[in-house]
């Protein structure tokens, strides 16, 4: 069962306080996103509830490091899972893309999908080894072509249309996913951040503000990152999503899907 989200909306007293600052301050970018509440606070998440900063990110490090690791050959099938479209149980739905394509379509022709490692495995340079380079919170089905133009680039805004990218963006350094998608980037991005803290003989992957970070274990733009997390909270799908890879395959979750919030409180 999915974890139930409960939000905590602000008190009037707040409300009308923040409309007669904003009568005389800038509106700011972006607003933090709603505090929310699990099925998993008492119990998974129990010794980082409350905590902010670098001591909610060491806790959450410890809590989700607890996994189950798969091959990377596996990750075929358990993407098959994790992705599939909710209104057609033989396909999958595609990263950036947003299309629905058949599940025995993955290989790396042409009109195929292929697994796409939104934390590029070149940034850190552990390429496709059990560990970051199949952990199933940031692999996700994309189509062959589509993700070729993202290769390994950062993620910012800006850039010209992908072809056939369902409007995503790219340019020299940089990508920019589709709207419905950039938050679930976000999300996947800190992930990463958060679970592989260079303790396991792997990288210490990190968000920073820049692009054209090539072969160091850093993603950007961090700034444009906890932008897209704001505007695109999670959905039904990207819930869904984690609750199966907790379930049937890593028994670890992205805290950032159940509390969004969280990446305010860290960065």
């Known amino acids: 069962m999915l974890a139930t989200r409960i939000r905590r909306w602000k008190s009037v007293a707040l409300a009308t306080t923040a409309v007669l600052v904003g009568l005389t301050a800038p509106a700011l970018t972006a607003t933090p996103a709603a505090a929310t509440t699990t099925a998993?606070?008492?119990?998974?998440?129990?010794?980082?509830?409350?905590?902010?900063?670098?001591?909610?990110?060491?806790s959450l490090h410890t809590i989700i490091s607890s996994q189950t690791k798969i091959s990377y050959s596996a990750v075929w099938d358990a993407l098959k899972a994790t992705d599939q479209d909710p209104n057609n149980s033989s396909n999958v739905i595609l990263l950036y893309s947003g299309v629905s394509r058949a599940k025995s379509l993955n290989g790396g022709d042409v009109g195929d999908w292929n697994r796409e490692h939104t934390w590029a495995k070149s940034h850190g340079d552990f390429g496709e080894v059990t560990g970051p380079g199949t952990d199933l919170h940031h692999l996700r089905p994309a189509d062959v072509q589509v993700n070729s133009i993202r290769g390994n680039l950062d993620f910012d805004n800006g850039g010209s249309a992908v072809t056939n990218g369902g409007g995503s963006t790219v340019d020299s350094?940089?990508?920019?996913?589709?709207?419905?998608?950039?938050?679930?980037?976000?999300?996947?991005?800190?992930y990463m951040a958060v679970r592989y803290e260079g303790d396991d003989g792997f990288a210490n992957l990190e968000p920073n503000e820049k692009v054209g970070n090539g072969s160091n274990p850093y993603m950007g733009k961090l700034s444009v990152l906890k932008a897209w997390n704001e505007a695109d909270p999670p959905s039904a799908f990207e819930e869904k999503r984690n609750q199966v890879i907790y379930d049937t395959y890593q028994h670890n979750r992205n805290p950032f899907i159940d509390h969004p919030e969280w990446v305010e409180a860290i960065w």
């Open 173 to 190: 350094d940089s990508f920019a996913p589709r709207a419905a998608d950039r938050g679930d980037v976000a999300r996947m991005i800190l």
């Open 40 to 58: 998993y606070d008492a119990t998974y998440y129990k010794n980082a509830v409350g905590k902010t900063g670098t001591s909610l990110k060491s």
